[in-house]
């Protein structure tokens, strides 16, 4: 099949499989006699094991980890599991963090009178080089 129909089937966009082509995610596809790129059931397979990777987040890396895990079948799935639990645990980490972010825009927003750009909470949280919490700018939404 033509590179526009393994992107119909694989739900990948066509300059996204020429990328993972061009990383190394992706062989080198073969070329029918007029120069198309031929694609076959399995690349089409793989292109949706990539897609599906990076909607659960794995990197580039990681993707290509479980590639070659999946390749082989003499490898242990305790390895996939290992890299997936590693993930879990980033994804984890990032949710704390921004649930962290959350509450501080949240707070800044809060604190925000509306009153003039010299004593805006929001561009004084953003000036801020500590870690510390802003402190309210304006007399009136001090705690």
């Not at 066509?14 to 596809?29: A, C, F, K, Q, S």
């Not at 794995?58 to 895990?69: G, N, T």
């Not at 509450?103 to 009178?113: N, W």
């Amino acid at each position: 099949m033509k590179i526009s129909e393994a992107a119909a089937a694989s739900g990948c966009h066509l300059e996204t499989i020429r990328y993972y082509e061009r990383v190394g995610l992706m062989p080198r596809p073969t070329r029918t006699g007029s120069g198309y790129r031929a694609y076959a059931p399995a690349d089409v397979e793989r292109l949706r094991f990539i897609s599906r990777g990076r909607e659960l987040g794995f990197s580039l890396e990681e993707i290509r980890s479980l590639l070659h895990l999946n390749d082989d079948p003499k490898l242990s799935c305790g390895d996939v599991d290992a890299l997936a639990r590693a993930h879990l645990a980033d994804i984890h980490q990032r949710i704390e963090a921004l649930t962290r972010m959350a509450g501080e825009l949240e707070r800044v927003i809060a604190q925000c009178a509306g009153g003039e750009r010299g004593t805006c909470t929001i561009l004084g949280a953003l000036r801020r080089t500590d870690n510390n919490p802003t402190p309210c700018a304006d007399p009136e939404c001090r705690p």
